[in-house]
């Protein structure tokens, strides 16, 4: 049974910092490309970043270069995203999701298994 867990959602202040982690089973993890997607209320799911089997390619969407990382750890068969400097349009609920292109993709349609989502809000 494939399953993806995010963790690490909550509660922060503007300029705070948070750490996601999504764990993944019942797939072979590092032949997968993984991303991370938010979904704000009223908005469509949308692309955060992307990262390829090795670690070693990612990519980005304009809005949260240079604050927010996305890396992974394929003994431990987990994708974290680190988010820094925040700011209250990075509210939303998080997910991260795999895909068998092993290279990622930044299209939703190509994502094979999502998690169930973990909330971030960030307040002044």
């Known amino acids: 049974q494939v399953r993806l867990i995010e963790s690490g959602g909550g509660l922060e202040h503007i300029g705070g910092s948070l750490r996601l982690s999504c764990a993944a089973s019942g797939f072979v993890f590092n032949n997968y490309g993984m991303a991370w997607f938010r979904q704000a209320p009223g908005e469509e799911r949308r692309l955060v970043a992307t990262i390829n089997d090795s670690g070693w390619g990612t990519y980005y969407v304009d809005s949260v270069k240079g604050r927010l990382v996305i890396s992974r750890d394929n003994a431990k068969n987990t994708v974290y995203l680190q988010m820094n400097s925040l700011k209250p349009e990075d509210t939303a609920v998080y997910y991260c999701?795999?895909?068998?292109?092993?290279?990622?993709?930044?299209?939703?349609?190509?994502?094979?298994?999502w998690g169930q989502g973990t909330q971030v809000t960030v307040s002044s």
């Open positions: 999701a795999a895909t068998n292109s092993r290279h990622g993709s930044i299209r939703r349609a190509d994502y094979d298994y």
